[in-house]
């Protein structure tokens, strides 16, 4: 069965680690990661606002999954965000104006997918989430570590959320 919500947060845990890693000079952290949809924590956590059950590298997961939507939204077929550091994958699965979504543990994906319970967003509102979220991403690093402003991993970043932008 698949739902249909209207809200969508990506939210990072921008806490001490977080604010150490980019500190010492890292585009790139590992910090806790949680897909909010209608207010329930696709990670597992429902119901705790200060758990995040998923970790993951900010930079590389945010470039994964705008690449992903980006393929998504322009194919019209279903996209799969592997996340680096655990086993969880993002499902992207578009139809008309909206993107089904899930996030998955384990290999089988598709008979997850097949077997659960997917959440219908509006495409538009996940695109601008994924944009709000990535931009603000870039400021929290550059305002802890002003050295990082410019770098590689930002731009490509950047660059990524304007070309989702302009679909």
């Known amino acids: 069965m698949i739902e249909r919500s209207l809200s969508f947060e990506y939210d990072i845990q921008y806490g001490d680690q977080f604010q150490e890693q980019v500190s010492a000079g890292d585009p790139n952290p590992l910090t806790g990661i949680r897909v909010l949809v209608g207010g329930q924590d ?14 993951d590298y900010v930079h590389y997961n945010l470039a994964n999954i705008l690449q992903k939507l980006k393929n998504a939204v322009t194919s ?8 680096y550091a655990t086993n969880v ?10 993107i089904h979504i899930g996030l998955f543990r384990g290999s089988d994906i598709a008979s997850a997918i097949s077997s659960s319970e997917l959440v219908a967003v509006p495409r538009d509102t996940i695109v601008r989430e994924f944009a709000r979220a990535t931009e603000e991403f870039i400021r929290t690093c550059e305002s802890i570590n002003p050295e990082l402003r410019g770098c590689d991993e930002f731009e490509r970043l950047s660059a ?3 070309e989702l932008s302009e679909l």
């Open 76 to 83: 019209g077929e279903r996209e799969e965000a592997t996340f």
């Open 160 to 162: 990524l959320v304007s």
């Open 42 to 55: 696709l990670g597992g956590a429902s119901g705790k606002t200060d758990t995040y059950h998923v970790d």
């Open 89 to 98: 994958t993002l499902a992207l699965i578009p139809e008309d104006d909206a």
